[in-house]
T-cell receptor
Framework: SQQGEEDPQALSIQEGENATMNCSYK?????LQWYRQNSGRGLVHLIL?????REKHSGRLRVTLDTSKKSSSLLITASRAADTASYFC??????????FGEGTQLTVNP | NAGVMQNPRHLVRRRGQEARLRCSPM?????VYWYRQLPEEGLKFMVY????????ESGMPKERFSAEFPKEGPSILRIQQVVRGDSAAYFC?????????????FGPGTRLTVL
């Protein structure tokens, strides 16, 4: 398995429900970031959480980080059809590269 | 303040031709990163450059791929003698460098199709 693995691979929910996506990684990190990618488009940075932080909020987004378990979760509350996209976690460790997971495809049905 | 610019957005090449992808970082950013995304996969790091220097090219294929970031002008990712397996989306990101927690800002990508 690879650094930055998302779970589940695909998630389908109804509008108004909450969506939770998980990410696991293997090596030590400085921070972990979540990105969104609409089909055929570029990446949009959603939120960054540092290794000394446990939880962070931004609007309808809530990210948690558990460095002891090397895992993070992204919660989108009160989902909307416009939230339909692929969501990637990316870890930032030694060096300057971001290591991305394979992504979770979220579908929010109206 | 324009974001990261990439051109072309779509590029079609026949096998054996050369592909040149351009990336202009955000204003004030001197660090550029190239990533490749195969269909249905996440992004994979290719190369990290600063002005006139390649810092980390550990993700670059050993042959046919090269990258540069000259003192003036955009960063160029060059793929020689393209093959069908090179078909992918290529994303450029830039950052202001410095501490390792700096955020990378991504461009819209160049989608390369090799016929």
């Amino acid at each position: 398995s690879q650094q930055g693995e998302e779970d589940p691979q695909a998630l389908s929910i109804q509008e108004g429900e909450n969506a939770t996506m998980n990410c696991s990684y293997k090596t030590s990190i400085n921070n972990l970031q979540w990105y969104r990618q609409n089909s055929g488009r570029g990446l949009v940075h959603l939120i960054l959480i540092r290794s000394n932080e446990r939880e962070k909020h931004s609007g309808r987004l809530r990210v948690t980080l558990d460095t002891s378990k090397k895992s993070s979760s992204l919660l989108i509350t009160a989902s909307r059809a416009a939230d339909t996209a692929s969501y990637f976690c990316a870890t930032y460790g030694s060096g300057s590269r971001l290591t991305f997971g394979e992504g979770t495809q979220l579908t929010v049905n109206p | 303040n324009a974001g990261v610019m990439q051109n072309p957005r779509h590029l079609v090449r026949r096998r054996g031709q050369e592909a040149r992808l351009r990336c202009s970082p955000m204003k004030g950013h001197s660090h550029v990163y190239w990533y490749r995304q195969l269909p249905e996969e996440g992004l994979k790091f290719m190369v990290y450059l600063q002005k006139e220097n390649i810092i980390d090219e550990s993700g670059m294929p050993k042959e046919r791929f090269s990258a540069e970031f000259p003192k003036e002008g955009p960063s160029i990712l060059r793929i020689q003698q393209v093959v069908r397996g090179d078909s992918a989306a290529y994303f450029c990101a830039s950052s202001g460098g410095g501490a390792s927690y700096n955020e990378q800002f991504f461009g819209p990508g160049t989608r390369l199709t090799v016929l």
